[in-house]
T-cell receptor, first 115, second 116 residues
C-alpha cells in the first residue's frame, strides 16, 4: 500500500542553526501534506500544511517545501531553538472514499537541539 | 476551553479484560478520530467519526469498537484486550476535512495502555 516515510530517524543540530527534516511520500493523489510536532509525553501539535498545488509555504520560522516530481516534502526550521526539540511527523491527507478523508502519518524524525 | 481531553491517562489491563477510553472535545468539531502510536512509529488511524451517530473504520480497526452518541464525545472500546494492543492512544478532533483549506486535527494528551 502507499505510505509516508522519512529519510532520517534522528537529527541533531546546534542551537541557532537551521534544521531541515525530510519526508518521502508515495501517494501522488494526496490533497494536503502536513507537519506535526510531538513533544515528549504530549499529543502531536500542528505546525504547517501545504496544499498539493503549491511548492512552498512559509510560517513563523518554518518553511515547508513540496517537490511533487520526486515526491519529497521537507520542513525547514530557521534559527533552531531548544524548544524545537521534539519528534516531527509528516502526514498526508487523502481521500478514503465516499467523501471521507484521512491522514496517513510517517514514522517521525527526532530533532535534538544542542545548546 | 480545554480542547481535547482523554481519560484515563494510564491504564494496565490483563489479557482478556475490557475497557473504554473516553475522548471529549469542546470545540464543536464534527470529526473525531482515534489513533494508536507504537514505539518508533507514526500514528495509525483506528476508527473515526464524521458526525454524531456515525463511525467508520480506519487503518487498524480490528479488536476495537467505537461510539459517537454525542457530538463532543468519542469512545474507544476494547472488548477483550490483547498484549498487541499495548500502545499510546490519541484522540483528535477537527472541522471537516476535504475542503478548500486544511482543517487541522487537534490532539489530546494520550492514554498509555499496557496489556499484560
Amino acid at each position: 500500500g502507499e505510505s509516508v516515510g522519512l529519510h532520517l530517524p534522528t537529527l541533531s543540530v546546534q542551537e541557532g542553526d537551521n534544521s531541515i527534516i525530510n519526508c518521502a511520500y508515495s501517494n501522488s493523489a494526496s490533497d494536503y501534506f502536513i507537519w506535526y510536532k510531538q513533544e515528549s509525553g504530549k499529543g502531536p501539535q500542528f505546525i504547517i500544511d501545504i496544499r498539493s498545488n503549491m511548492d512552498k509555504r512559509q510560517g513563523q520560522r518554518v518553511t515547508v517545501l513540496l517537490n511533487k516530481t520526486v515526491k519529497h516534502l521537507s520542513l525547514q526550521i530557521a534559527a533552531t531553538q531548544p524548544g524545537d526539540s521534539a519528534v516531527y511527523f509528516c502526514a498526508e491527507m487523502g481521500s478514503s472514499g465516499a467523501g471521507s478523508y484521512q491522514l496517513t502519518f510517517g514514522k517521525g524524525t527526532k530533532l535534538s537541539v544542542i545548546p | 476551553n480545554a480542547g481535547v481531553t482523554q481519560t484515563p491517562k494510564f491504564r494496565v489491563l490483563k489479557t482478556g479484560q475490557s475497557m473504554t477510553l473516553l475522548c471529549a472535545q469542546d470545540m464543536n468539531h464534527e470529526y473525531m478520530y482515534w489513533y494508536r502510536q507504537d514505539p518508533g512509529m507514526g500514528l495509525r488511524l483506528i476508527h473515526y467519526s464524521v458526525g454524531e451517530g456515525t463511525t467508520a473504520k480506519g487503518e487498524v480497526p480490528d479488536g476495537y469498537n467505537v461510539s459517537r452518541l454525542k457530538k463532543q464525545n468519542f469512545l474507544l472500546g476494547l472488548e477483550s484486550a490483547a498484549p498487541s494492543q499495548t500502545s499510546v492512544y490519541f484522540c483528535a478532533s477537527s472541522r471537516p476535512l476535504g475542503g478548500l483549506s486544511y482543517n487541522e486535527q487537534f490532539f489530546g494528551p494520550g492514554t498509555r495502555l499496557t496489556v499484560l
